[in-house]
DNA sequence: AAAACTACCTGAGTGC
DNA sequence: TGCACTCAGGTAGTTT
């Protein structure tokens, strides 16, 4: 399930074999993504590609005359094999290169999408009502808490709505309010202001150091080379329910949250 | 406006 | 072994 820190990744390890290539053919085998793959995709073939960026969790590969919109949804990957390469099952889109290398999009649960956008993508419907990243200076704790402010929402969903800052997925949540000692349920209007500093610190650093390492592996995440990441030991409550807290004696629980799972300790977090 | 809920999808895991 | 079932989760879109 692809976070922030694992589309960072993909982008910094796919980045230095598609930018300056020239796209020999694209082949779309499966269409039906979370929306169609638009026949834009199909005719870039010929079309230089200029740079690959991220935006929240979606990568935009620029081409001429705009952006190849991906996103990788729960299950998709993107890995680079030669073009001789024999399809897999839910190799659904591929971007040959004039290397001889192809850009192969892999989604079993076809959650992802490969859209195309001319022009500024910052202005693509997707994308232009997006909150600040995490790692930017937008990202302050008296942004988070004017965000907070009033809501009654619980403090984890603010921090998963990605209108108020993107990039923070189930994982990264869980951890990042462990890391700050804060409850998941607690209202985002009734966290004292104090707090939203120390908040802020934890997302930032629970994103920052999963990019430096390269990226959670839990289930069907791959790196685009195939390997997988390193960070899933590092989790200090995700996935831990019923074990013991790495900072105090109580036990790591699970609580349903908006149907996701959240776990957290009861004793250091409040 | 905010919050809650739904839909999309497949594979892994569990229980019978 | 196989079937039925649940769960996992990002996020746009719809309903309350």
């Known amino acids: 399930m692809p976070e922030l820190p694992e589309v960072e990744t993909t982008r910094r390890g796919v980045a230095p074999h598609v930018v300056g290539r020239v796209i020999a053919a694209v082949k779309v085998r499966e269409r039906r993504l979370r929306w169609p793959v638009p026949r834009a995709v199909d005719k870039l073939a010929g079309s230089k590609v200029t740079g690959l960026s991220r935006r929240a969790k979606y990568l935009l590969l620029e081409v001429g005359s705009g952006h190849v919109i991906i996103h990788l949804g729960m299950s998709g990957s993107l890995r680079l094999v030669e073009e001789e390469t024999q399809w897999r099952k839910h190799d659904h889109v591929a971007f040959t290169l004039d290397s001889g290398k192809e850009l192969r999009l892999h989604d079993p649960r076809r959650f992802g999408c490969v859209l195309y956008c001319k022009g500024d993508p910052d202005k693509h419907r997707l994308i232009c009502k997006l909150g600040p990243e995490p790692l930017s200076e937008d990202f302050n704790a008296d942004y988070l808490y004017g965000k907070a402010k009033g ?19 189930n994982i990264y949540a869980s951890e990042a309010l462990f890391l700050s000692g804060i409850h998941p349920t607690r209202a985002a209007g009734k966290v004292a202001k104090h707090r939203f500093a120390n908040l802020v610190k934890a997302i930032r650093d629970v994103l920052d150091q999963s990019i430096r390492m390269g990226g959670t592996t839990l289930r069907d995440f791959l790196h685009e080379d195939g390997n997988p990441g390193y960070f899933k030991q590092s989790l200090r409550v995700y996935d831990r329910e019923g074990e013991e807290c790495i900072q105090c004696n109580s036990t790591v629980r699970r609580i349903v949250q908006a149907n996701r799972s959240s776990f957290y300790c009861p004793g250091c977090q409040r």
């Open 151 to 169: 809501r009654s929402v619980a403090i984890k969903q603010l921090i998963m709505n990605a209108n108020v800052v993107v990039g923070v997925g």
